[in-house]
């Protein structure tokens, strides 16, 4: 069996930061934490709106959104991202957030589409875990540890 070099490629990760925070470590340590993973990943930088987000997730070819938010827009923001993915014929990729997000707002974001939300303090190595088990098949070898 042939693998075309789409099978064997690391997995590709956008990190993106909606709206108008202007605080970035959180998405920086997680971006860390992916590439140590052995994960590709793309940030973009700060103050994103959901349409810029969409456009570089289509244009990169990611295999998972990663959303971090602390503005509290959450709830306006995150499942706009999901709709524009959506439209663009990426409905099958996961996006999962992280950030400052009540409790009470995570059912709503997952009934949006929002596939996980990470609070402050949840283990890197549980993110890593969550994006390697819920990328799309289209790249199986890049799911595998070795």
């Known amino acids: 069996m ?23 470590r ?47 827009a959450h709830n306006t923001l995150l499942p706009r991202v999901v709709e524009l993915l959506r439209q663009n014929g990426m409905g099958d990729v996961p996006v999962f957030a992280g950030g400052i997000i009540p409790d009470e707002d995570v059912p709503g974001l997952k009934a949006a589409g929002i596939a996980a939300i990470f609070g402050p303090g949840t283990p890197l190595s549980e993110i890593v875990e969550f994006i390697r088990e819920h990328t799309p098949s289209r790249h199986p070898i890049a799911n595998r540890d070795s």
Do not use: N, W
């Open 2 to 24: 042939t693998l075309t070099p789409e099978a064997t490629r690391p997995l590709r990760i956008l990190i993106a930061k909606p709206g108008l925070d202007g605080h970035d």
């Open 26 to 72: 959180g998405a920086k340590v997680i971006a860390r934490a992916l590439r140590d993973a052995g994960m590709e990943v793309i940030y973009t930088g700060l103050r994103q709106t959901p349409e810029m987000i969409a456009a570089a997730a289509l244009q990169e070819d990611v295999d998972a959104v990663g959303l971090s938010i602390l503005s509290g």
